[in-house]
Protein backbone atom coordinates (compact mmCIF):
# COMPACT_ATOMS: atom_id res chain seq x y z
CA UNK A 1 0.00 0.00 0.00
CA UNK A 2 1.54 3.16 -0.64
CA UNK A 3 -0.16 6.50 -0.44
CA UNK A 4 -1.43 9.83 1.72
CA UNK A 5 -2.13 8.25 5.33
CA UNK A 6 -6.13 8.90 5.26
CA UNK A 7 -5.81 7.26 1.55
CA UNK A 8 -4.57 4.15 3.06
CA UNK A 9 -7.29 4.38 5.58
CA UNK A 10 -9.73 4.35 2.90
CA UNK A 11 -8.64 0.57 2.13
CA UNK A 12 -9.13 -0.92 5.33
CA UNK A 13 -12.58 -1.90 4.42
CA UNK A 14 -11.21 -4.34 1.53
CA UNK A 15 -8.62 -6.14 3.62
CA UNK A 16 -11.01 -7.07 6.50
CA UNK A 17 -13.63 -10.13 5.65
CA UNK A 18 -16.40 -9.75 3.40
CA UNK A 19 -19.72 -9.23 5.19
CA UNK A 20 -21.66 -12.03 6.01
CA UNK A 21 -25.11 -12.28 5.88
CA UNK A 22 -25.93 -11.57 9.41
CA UNK A 23 -24.15 -8.59 9.34
CA UNK A 24 -25.32 -7.16 6.27
CA UNK A 25 -28.82 -7.52 7.25
CA UNK A 26 -28.11 -5.53 10.13
CA UNK A 27 -25.97 -2.67 8.63
CA UNK A 28 -29.19 -2.57 6.03
CA UNK A 29 -31.48 -2.53 9.29
CA UNK A 30 -28.91 1.00 10.43
CA UNK A 31 -29.21 2.73 7.18
CA UNK A 32 -32.72 1.83 6.61
CA UNK A 33 -33.61 3.45 10.39
CA UNK A 34 -31.37 6.85 9.72
CA UNK A 35 -33.30 7.40 6.14
CA UNK A 36 -29.41 6.50 4.42
CA UNK A 37 -31.05 3.26 2.36
CA UNK A 38 -31.71 3.84 -1.55
CA UNK A 39 -35.10 3.05 -2.58
CA UNK A 40 -35.04 -0.20 -3.91
CA UNK A 41 -31.27 -1.27 -3.18
CA UNK A 42 -30.94 -5.11 -1.29
CA UNK A 43 -28.12 -5.73 1.20
CA UNK A 44 -25.87 -3.61 2.01
CA UNK A 45 -22.67 -5.36 0.55
CA UNK A 46 -19.86 -3.39 1.68
CA UNK A 47 -18.40 -2.74 4.88
CA UNK A 48 -19.11 0.95 5.86
CA UNK A 49 -16.56 3.62 5.89
CA UNK A 50 -17.82 7.25 7.50
CA UNK A 51 -15.61 9.83 7.76
CA UNK A 52 -16.96 12.99 9.31
CA UNK A 53 -16.09 16.74 9.90
CA UNK A 54 -14.23 17.84 12.85
CA UNK A 55 -17.42 20.58 13.13
CA UNK A 56 -19.84 17.05 13.49
CA UNK A 57 -22.27 17.46 16.77
CA UNK A 58 -22.89 14.92 19.33
CA UNK A 59 -25.87 13.98 17.82
CA UNK A 60 -24.21 13.37 14.67
CA UNK A 61 -21.43 11.20 15.34
CA UNK A 62 -22.96 9.48 18.42
CA UNK A 63 -26.50 9.78 17.58
CA UNK A 64 -29.63 11.71 19.17
CA UNK A 65 -31.46 14.91 18.22
CA UNK A 66 -35.31 15.53 19.44
CA UNK A 67 -36.32 12.20 16.89
CA UNK A 68 -33.21 10.05 17.73
CA UNK A 69 -31.33 8.79 15.01
CA UNK A 70 -28.32 6.96 14.50
CA UNK A 71 -25.38 8.81 14.28
CA UNK A 72 -21.80 8.33 12.64
CA UNK A 73 -20.81 5.33 14.82
CA UNK A 74 -24.17 3.34 14.06
CA UNK A 75 -23.55 3.87 10.62
CA UNK A 76 -20.31 2.54 10.77
CA UNK A 77 -21.14 -0.44 12.91
CA UNK A 78 -19.07 -3.67 10.71
CA UNK A 79 -17.20 -1.10 9.00
CA UNK A 80 -14.39 1.98 9.80
CA UNK A 81 -15.20 5.10 11.34
CA UNK A 82 -12.35 7.59 10.07
CA UNK A 83 -11.49 10.80 12.16
CA UNK A 84 -9.04 12.34 10.60
CA UNK A 85 -7.15 15.62 12.95
CA UNK A 86 -8.74 14.29 15.94
CA UNK A 87 -8.04 16.72 18.64
CA UNK A 88 -9.61 18.98 16.33
CA UNK A 89 -13.11 17.69 17.05
CA UNK A 90 -15.14 19.28 20.34
CA UNK A 91 -13.76 17.59 23.67
CA UNK A 92 -17.40 16.99 24.64
CA UNK A 93 -18.27 14.97 21.21
CA UNK A 94 -14.84 12.46 21.72
CA UNK A 95 -16.08 11.56 25.05
CA UNK A 96 -19.16 10.48 23.68
CA UNK A 97 -17.39 7.65 22.19
CA UNK A 98 -16.13 6.09 25.05
CA UNK A 99 -19.38 3.84 25.61
CA UNK A 100 -19.37 2.51 21.75
CA UNK A 101 -15.93 1.72 21.95
CA UNK A 102 -16.30 -0.09 25.32
CA UNK A 103 -20.19 -1.43 24.50
CA UNK A 104 -20.16 -2.02 21.17
CA UNK A 105 -23.42 0.26 20.95
CA UNK A 106 -25.20 3.65 21.83
CA UNK A 107 -27.83 4.06 24.33
CA UNK A 108 -29.62 7.34 23.25
CA UNK A 109 -32.24 8.37 26.99
CA UNK A 110 -35.20 10.58 26.99
CA UNK A 111 -37.89 11.04 29.03
CA UNK A 112 -40.14 8.25 27.83
CA UNK A 113 -37.73 6.15 26.14
CA UNK A 114 -34.10 4.49 26.32
CA UNK A 115 -33.23 3.29 22.43
CA UNK A 116 -29.98 0.92 22.02
CA UNK A 117 -28.33 1.78 18.25
CA UNK A 118 -25.32 -0.81 17.15
CA UNK A 119 -21.87 0.67 17.37
CA UNK A 120 -19.69 -1.96 16.82
CA UNK A 121 -17.03 -0.06 14.54
CA UNK A 122 -13.27 0.25 14.33
CA UNK A 123 -12.43 3.48 15.06
CA UNK A 124 -9.16 4.64 12.91
CA UNK A 125 -7.88 8.38 13.95
CA UNK A 126 -4.97 10.48 13.13
CA UNK A 127 -3.16 13.23 14.45
CA UNK A 128 -0.41 16.01 14.16
CA UNK A 129 2.82 15.35 17.08
CA UNK A 130 1.44 19.33 17.42
CA UNK A 131 -0.49 22.41 15.86
CA UNK A 132 1.67 23.23 12.72
CA UNK A 133 2.06 19.26 12.17
CA UNK A 134 6.70 19.49 12.03
CA UNK A 135 7.27 18.45 16.27
CA UNK A 136 9.84 18.05 16.82
CA UNK A 137 11.88 19.69 13.35
CA UNK A 138 13.76 18.39 10.73
CA UNK A 139 16.03 19.07 7.85
CA UNK A 140 13.24 20.79 5.65
CA UNK A 141 10.34 22.27 8.70
CA UNK A 142 11.04 23.52 11.43
CA UNK A 143 8.72 23.55 14.47
CA UNK A 144 7.12 26.47 15.20
CA UNK A 145 4.66 25.41 17.91
CA UNK A 146 5.62 26.62 21.62
CA UNK A 147 5.64 24.00 24.78
CA UNK A 148 1.70 25.27 25.84
CA UNK A 149 0.49 25.30 22.56
CA UNK A 150 1.67 21.55 21.94
CA UNK A 151 0.46 20.45 25.29
CA UNK A 152 -2.74 22.31 25.17
CA UNK A 153 -3.09 20.56 21.50
CA UNK A 154 -2.42 16.95 23.07
CA UNK A 155 -4.80 17.20 25.85
CA UNK A 156 -7.49 17.96 24.21
CA UNK A 157 -7.34 14.37 24.03
CA UNK A 158 -8.81 12.64 27.51
CA UNK A 159 -7.09 9.83 29.32
CA UNK A 160 -9.83 7.59 29.27
CA UNK A 161 -10.05 7.97 25.11
CA UNK A 162 -6.38 6.93 24.49
CA UNK A 163 -7.17 3.91 26.72
CA UNK A 164 -9.89 2.86 24.71
CA UNK A 165 -7.53 3.00 21.65
CA UNK A 166 -5.63 -0.77 20.61
CA UNK A 167 -2.90 0.42 18.53
CA UNK A 168 -0.73 3.51 18.12
CA UNK A 169 1.22 3.77 14.95
CA UNK A 170 3.56 6.70 13.97
CA UNK A 171 3.77 7.55 10.28
CA UNK A 172 6.61 9.29 9.73
CA UNK A 173 6.84 11.43 6.28
CA UNK A 174 7.17 9.95 2.89
CA UNK A 175 10.13 10.31 1.46
CA UNK A 176 10.54 11.17 -2.38
CA UNK A 177 12.06 7.99 -3.33
CA UNK A 178 9.56 5.98 -2.10
CA UNK A 179 6.79 8.11 -3.63
CA UNK A 180 8.13 7.46 -6.90
CA UNK A 181 8.82 3.72 -6.55
CA UNK A 182 6.93 1.80 -9.15
CA UNK A 183 7.25 -1.07 -7.58
CA UNK A 184 4.03 -3.62 -7.28
CA UNK A 185 2.94 -3.30 -3.45
CA UNK A 186 0.99 -6.28 -1.84
CA UNK A 187 -2.48 -6.43 -2.89
CA UNK A 188 -5.41 -5.95 -0.34
CA UNK A 189 -6.98 -9.43 -1.89
CA UNK A 190 -3.99 -10.74 -0.40
CA UNK A 191 -4.00 -9.00 2.91
CA UNK A 192 -7.96 -10.21 3.06
CA UNK A 193 -7.17 -13.65 2.68
CA UNK A 194 -4.53 -13.76 5.42
CA UNK A 195 -7.09 -11.32 7.82
CA UNK A 196 -9.95 -13.92 6.62
CA UNK A 197 -7.72 -17.12 7.66
CA UNK A 198 -7.37 -15.48 11.27
CA UNK A 199 -10.99 -14.39 11.35
CA UNK A 200 -11.74 -17.97 11.07
CA UNK A 201 -9.77 -19.04 14.03
CA UNK A 202 -11.45 -17.00 16.47
CA UNK A 203 -14.66 -17.95 15.29
CA UNK A 204 -13.46 -21.80 15.71
CA UNK A 205 -12.36 -20.66 18.83
CA UNK A 206 -16.01 -19.15 19.48
CA UNK A 207 -18.24 -21.27 18.10
CA UNK A 208 -21.35 -20.32 20.08
CA UNK A 209 -20.94 -16.53 19.42
CA UNK A 210 -21.62 -14.51 16.79
CA UNK A 211 -19.91 -15.17 13.33
CA UNK A 212 -18.94 -11.37 14.18
CA UNK A 213 -17.52 -12.01 17.12
CA UNK A 214 -13.43 -11.22 17.30
CA UNK A 215 -11.03 -10.92 19.50
CA UNK A 216 -11.13 -7.78 20.81
CA UNK A 217 -14.90 -8.55 22.14
CA UNK A 218 -13.02 -11.31 24.30
CA UNK A 219 -14.35 -10.63 28.21
CA UNK A 220 -11.67 -11.20 30.93
CA UNK A 221 -13.12 -15.07 31.25
CA UNK A 222 -12.22 -15.32 27.50
CA UNK A 223 -8.74 -13.97 28.26
CA UNK A 224 -7.94 -16.39 31.04
CA UNK A 225 -8.40 -19.29 28.87
CA UNK A 226 -7.17 -18.07 25.24
CA UNK A 227 -4.30 -15.92 26.30
CA UNK A 228 -2.41 -17.76 28.57
CA UNK A 229 0.97 -16.31 28.77
CA UNK A 230 4.92 -18.04 29.53
CA UNK A 231 6.94 -17.22 31.81
CA UNK A 232 8.72 -14.94 29.77
CA UNK A 233 5.12 -13.02 28.17
CA UNK A 234 4.43 -12.54 31.70
CA UNK A 235 7.84 -10.49 32.62
CA UNK A 236 7.64 -8.44 29.74
CA UNK A 237 3.46 -7.51 31.16
CA UNK A 238 4.49 -7.14 34.62
CA UNK A 239 7.31 -4.87 33.26
CA UNK A 240 5.08 -2.74 30.91
CA UNK A 241 2.52 -1.88 33.86
CA UNK A 242 4.78 -1.44 36.09
CA UNK A 243 6.82 0.92 34.44
CA UNK A 244 4.25 2.86 32.28
CA UNK A 245 1.57 2.41 34.72
CA UNK A 246 -1.23 0.39 32.39
CA UNK A 247 -4.50 0.40 33.41
CA UNK A 248 -6.27 -2.87 33.99
CA UNK A 249 -8.17 -1.72 30.07
CA UNK A 250 -4.79 -1.07 28.82
CA UNK A 251 -3.22 -4.64 29.75
CA UNK A 252 -6.86 -6.60 28.77
CA UNK A 253 -5.99 -4.91 25.35
CA UNK A 254 -2.91 -5.72 25.44
CA UNK A 255 -3.28 -9.77 25.41
CA UNK A 256 -6.31 -9.67 22.88
CA UNK A 257 -3.73 -7.97 20.36
CA UNK A 258 -1.26 -10.59 21.62
CA UNK A 259 -3.49 -13.07 20.66
CA UNK A 260 -4.70 -11.79 17.21
CA UNK A 261 -0.82 -11.52 16.24
CA UNK A 262 -0.46 -14.91 17.45
CA UNK A 263 -3.62 -15.91 14.87
CA UNK A 264 -2.45 -13.95 11.91
CA UNK A 265 0.75 -15.63 12.46
CA UNK A 266 -0.86 -19.11 12.81
CA UNK A 267 0.52 -19.83 16.41
CA UNK A 268 -2.10 -21.43 18.82
CA UNK A 269 0.35 -20.16 21.70
CA UNK A 270 1.09 -16.65 22.90
CA UNK A 271 4.89 -15.98 22.70
CA UNK A 272 6.93 -13.06 24.08
CA UNK A 273 7.41 -11.65 20.72
CA UNK A 274 3.92 -11.65 20.23
CA UNK A 275 3.46 -9.88 23.85
CA UNK A 276 6.37 -7.55 22.86
CA UNK A 277 4.81 -6.84 19.63
CA UNK A 278 1.56 -5.95 21.10
CA UNK A 279 3.66 -3.45 23.92
CA UNK A 280 5.42 -1.59 21.41
CA UNK A 281 1.68 -0.76 19.40
CA UNK A 282 1.24 1.42 23.33
CA UNK A 283 3.91 3.69 22.64
CA UNK A 284 2.43 6.71 21.56
CA UNK A 285 0.23 6.77 24.86
CA UNK A 286 3.03 6.67 26.87
CA UNK A 287 5.43 8.73 25.56
Known sequence: MKGSFPHLVRIVPTILPELSFEEALETTKIYSVAGELQPGSGLVQARPFRAPHHTVSEAG???????????????????????????????????GLRQPLEDGHVTIARAQQSLLFPAGFMLVAALNPCPCGHYPGNETHECTCTPAQIQRYRHRLSGPLLDRIDLYLEVKAVKFEEMSDQRPAESSAAIRRRVAAAHEVQHRRFPRRST?????????????????V????????????????????????????ARTIADLAGSTELTSTHVAEAIQYRRLEIK
Not at 67 to 75: A, D, E, I, K, N
Not at 215 to 222: A, C, E, F, K
Request: one cysteine or more; a positive charge.
Open 61 to 95: LIGGGSLPRPGQVSLAHHGILFLDELPEFRKNVLE
Open 212 to 228: AFYNSRMTPGDLNRCCQ
Open 230 to 257: DGPSRRLLEEAVRRFGLSARAYHRILKI
